[in-house]
């Protein structure tokens, strides 16, 4: 659920809405808000599963630091979706275990 | 490729961005980096006016005064870096940065003010790992910053100041607060902060705990108990409370890694968080040239940040030869009598006695190496 | 608390019971009413003979910890003014519910008037009455009446 009025903070600005895909689905987002914001505000909390035990894992430090919101963002795994912008069309999948490394995510 | 600077300020949070403005302003060509895509720290969360006296913008909303110190660091002509990590730190100054996850460089900088600041520590129960489990800060990221309602019925743990602060906030954005549960016997954090959520009949349950919390692939409810005097779980206590949301408020942990790597003598102060690089008055390290401000120093609040930053500052400016001792020591005094100030109370007293501390054992680390005179 | 000054016109309390190192509300004032002094941490001490009722230390309390109690607000009622910052606002005339510190449900009570957000950096000032015999109890107003902690239920270990 997004926060429009805030007694407080002024009305939320008015961002740039971009669609992406969260496991097929089409997710409504605001361009530039993390990956992690608009999965919660349409509901998604799972993000990945571990990989022994198969729990489940969503948003927890909101810094960039636990690594336990970590998902694979258009085929690159265990991007950090907290501190990661969304940008339209992206193509985010719920990771399971440590999902697929690509070579490429391993050598800039 | 290289870039040089006679500041490099790492953090830019209310420390950092402080240290930058103190130095930038004398005439220092200062770098203030950040591996987020937004400056201010934590400080731009905040939504509850700060405490202290009009000099420190008592009255004024956290955010208000994230505005105000970036708007002096334009003055001040503070170059700011953002989306960019700092990944090493040698001992000759030399910092290693990725930039927005790409491209690589190094800082070479005379002088070094850490302000990394801190993360927030983790508690473990049955099922702190579900989704919807998470830190205090965590939760007034996604709704005071990116304007998303972290649940609709949340359990916060933990009555320090975060944890009462956020759960007046949790309120105000529309999350129904159920309860707030202390293991100590005792509201941690300030009273009129406590007042402000009791009054509106969030029960704050002193000698209580988490037990467990429950819930299919996500949170669906918490169990909480009374714990006895030695802080354990009676059994018999315990109760069911239906929450989507449990907000972990459970201290601080300084971020003090750089200064690790950098070589920086630690101490521990478990009043302060826990490990803390050593530091003397005007908040320079064991590693001469490297200071350290804000919480990575130890954790308080962000009035004694701001101050700390500047003294970081200050130090850096004078042995750089940008102001004369002279000048150095009149700011020196200000600050120092501005944080003796901030240092005081029931709130301040330990903190002030524990800063002392850390001194003197900054003196004998530099005693033993011949290196203090 | 004179009970003199109390009922002529409004006068300010102050519920700072903490050594905290914080003053505008000393600050702000400008007929010396609300007095700190040095060191910062002093609690403030109120002189009820300067206090004006005029409301402005209660928006700039970081704590939210001022009020202003007006004991003749009319013959049978007493009015309280509190410092707010929830949506959404209440209306004047609503019927509200009137709590004491904890949130415990003491009677209800009216709205008499809201200054907006807008006047005081986003606070909002309510003034609500109530029956004077709540007078000495009365912290607070909640427009709906909730029992926070709604289910209790036996705990058994193990059963998920």
């Not at chain 1, 990945?48 to 810094?63: A, D, I, N």
């Not at chain 2, 903190?351 to 005179?373: D, M």
């Not at chain 3, 607000?73 to 609503?94: D, I, R």
């Amino acid at each position: 659920m997004r926060i429009e009025k805030h007694p407080v903070l002024p009305d939320r600005p008015a961002g740039k809405k971009v669609d992406i895909f969260v496991d097929g689905r089409k997710v409504e987002a605001y361009e530039g808000e993390p990956i992690a914001a608009a999965l919660w505000a349409a509901g998604i909390k799972k993000f990945r599963y571990t990989r022994k035990e198969k729990q489940p894992r969503g948003y927890f430090c909101g810094l960039g630091r636990c690594t336990d919101c970590v998902m694979t963002v258009d085929g690159v795994a265990n991007v950090r979706t907290c501190i990661t912008p969304v940008k339209g069309g992206m193509v985010v999948q719920t990771q399971k275990g440590l999902g697929i490394w690509k070579k490429r995510q391993m050598s800039w | 490729m290289e870039k040089k600077a006679n500041v490099l300020v790492i953090g830019a949070g209310p420390a950092g961005l402080c240290a930058g403005i103190e130095t930038g302003k004398s005439g220092a060509k200062v770098i203030v980096i950040d591996e987020n895509t937004r400056p201010g720290g934590q400080l731009f969360k905040q939504i509850h006016r700060f405490f202290g006296s009009e000099q420190h913008h008592a009255g004024v909303r956290g955010f208000e005064i994230g505005e105000m110190l970036l708007h002096k660091c334009k003055e001040a002509g503070v170059e700011m870096m953002l989306s960019s990590v700092v990944w090493g730190l040698s001992p000759e100054f030399r910092a290693g940065v990725v930039r927005e996850g790409k491209r690589s460089m190094t800082i070479t900088a005379d002088k070094v003010i850490l302000a990394t600041g801190a993360s927030e520590n983790s508690l473990m129960f049955p099922g702190w790992t579900l989704p919807g489990v998470m830190g205090a800060g965590a939760a007034q990221t996604m709704m005071n910053i990116h304007r998303v309602l972290p649940g609709k019925r949340a359990l916060m743990i933990g009555s320090g100041n975060v944890g009462l602060i956020v759960s007046y906030q949790l309120l105000q954005a529309g999350c129904e607060v159920k309860a707030v549960v202390e293991i100590l016997p005792r509201v941690g954090g300030y009273k009129v902060h406590a007042n402000k959520i009791a009054r509106l009949g969030v029960d704050i349950l002193i000698s209580h705990t988490v037990l467990e919390v429950r819930g299919r692939e996500r949170v669906e409810e918490a169990i909480v108990g009374r714990g006895d005097r030695n802080l354990r779980p009676i059994p018999g206590t315990e109760r069911t409370i239906s929450v989507d949301l449990v907000c972990l408020a459970v201290g601080l942990t300084p971020l003090s890694e750089l200064a690790w790597l950098a070589g920086c003598k630690f101490g521990y102060f478990p009043l302060l968080g826990g490990f803390v690089p050593l530091h003397n008055r005007g908040m320079e390290t064991t590693v001469s040239g490297m200071y350290i401000a804000g919480d990575a120093s130890g954790i308080e609040e962000a009035s004694t940040a701001m101050e700390e930053g500047r003294l970081a500052g200050v130090g850096a400016l004078e042995s750089l030869a940008f102001i004369s001792a002279a000048e150095a020591d009149s700011r020196r005094k200000e600050i120092e009598q501005n944080l003796l100030m901030l240092r005081k109370g029931p709130y301040g007293d330990f903190r002030h006695k524990e800063k002392e501390k850390i001194y003197s054992e900054w003196k004998k680390v530099k005693e033993k190496a011949g290196g203090y005179h | 608390m004179s009970g003199k000054r109390l009922k002529k016109r409004p006068v300010v309390i102050i519920d700072c019971p903490e050594e905290i190192p914080c003053n505008p509300c000393e600050t702000v004032c400008s007929q010396g009413a609300i007095i700190i002094g040095q060191p910062i941490t002093n609690l403030p001490v109120t002189d009820e003979a300067k206090c004006t009722g005029c409301g402005r230390c209660i928006p700039v309390c970081p704590g939210l910890a001022i009020s202003l109690l007006h004991y003749d607000y009319s013959p049978s009622e007493a009015s309280l003014t509190v410092p707010y910052e929830f949506l959404p606002l209440p209306k004047k005339g609503q019927e509200v519910f009137v709590v004491d510190e904890k949130g415990r449900y003491l009677g209800k009570g009216n709205i008499i008037r809201v200054i907006p957000p807008e006047k005081n950096n986003r606070t909002s000032l309510v003034t609500f009455s109530f029956s004077k015999k709540l007078y000495k109890k009365v912290k607070y107003f909640v427009l709906k009446r909730e029992n926070l902690i709604d289910e209790t239920r036996k705990y058994e270990p193990g059963k998920k």
